[in-house]
């Protein structure tokens, strides 16, 4: 939205066109006083659920720069990272948006103005933002759904870029179709994206905290090899001791 009036007072009218059920919304104007409304601390990322008839919220959360919420099996992320902050703040924003994912059940759609550059998303020169976020994607198994070369960022007199990015997780992508960037005038220099979630998928647990997940891309890899050799001289008993001197040893070597 940019923090435009003009696009906050047609929001709702272009929800209803495209008969939209969840919005994912970024630097909105204002946040709306319902219980279908829910934002980040800093009132930078918003989600709206436009149609609570057809939608039921089973829980949301939030941390600064993205807010969360799940329905039906899913959770929604919606995210907003400033160019104007530095590339540590960057960081540690994606790092908790990582764990916020890591820590979800089922299938997740992460969407929101990134500012930052990769390829995969259709712009030609990446920088380390873009490659921060592509990094955190694999490892959650996230795929960018964003159609090569298809602008969101329309200003007159600046370049059109792409700093606006929806993924999904690799099992719902069949799912998700007509993903496109809409040409309606929405008030704001962004462009709307949609597109449509057929079925309901089976909830699954997916590094619940609970089943004993680890996140790989937090392993301190030389204290891991530092630990191998006397390990691997421990792991001589019952599976069940092997299986858990190799639990406490990941476990020890996890940083954060």
């Not at 009218?13 to 909105?28: G, R």
């Not at 976020?133 to 969101?152: H, P, S, Y």
Request: with cysteine; net charge negative; aromatic share 10%.
């Amino acid at each position: 939205m940019n923090r435009s009036r003009l696009a906050d007072e047609l929001l709702y009218q272009l929800a209803f066109e495209s008969n939209t059920d969840i919005v994912f919304i970024s630097e909105q104007y204002r946040n709306r006083d319902q219980p279908t409304w829910f934002s980040d601390p800093l009132s930078t990322s918003a989600i709206w659920i436009s149609s609570s008839r057809n939608i039921r919220v089973e829980g949301h959360g939030s941390e600064e720069g993205f807010v969360w919420v799940r329905c039906e099996a899913m959770t929604f992320f919606s995210c907003y990272l400033t160019p104007n902050e530095s590339i540590q703040q960057f960081r540690t924003k994606i790092d908790a948006l990582e764990d916020a994912i890591f820590n979800t059940q089922g299938e997740v759609i992460v969407g929101g103005d990134f500012n930052a550059k990769a390829i995969e998303w259709g712009m030609p020169h990446p920088d380390s933002r873009g490659r921060y976020i592509l990094e955190m994607a694999a490892r959650n198994g996230l795929i960018v759904l964003n159609e090569r070369e298809v602008t969101t960022f329309r200003r007159p007199g600046y370049s059109e870029t792409i700093p606006d990015v929806s993924f999904a997780s690799e099992a719902l992508v069949p799912r998700i179709v007509d993903w496109k960037v809409s040409e309606s005038y929405t008030g704001s220099d962004h462009q709307a994206i949609t597109f449509t979630v057929y079925g309901r998928s089976e909830a699954r647990c997916r590094f619940s905290p609970n089943s004993g997940g680890w996140n790989f891309g937090k392993l301190d890899t030389e204290r891991f090899c530092r630990a191998l050799p006397p390990v691997c001289r421990l792991i001589a008993g019952s599976e069940v001791d092997a299986r858990e001197r190799v639990e406490r040893l990941v476990e020890s070597t996890m940083s954060g």
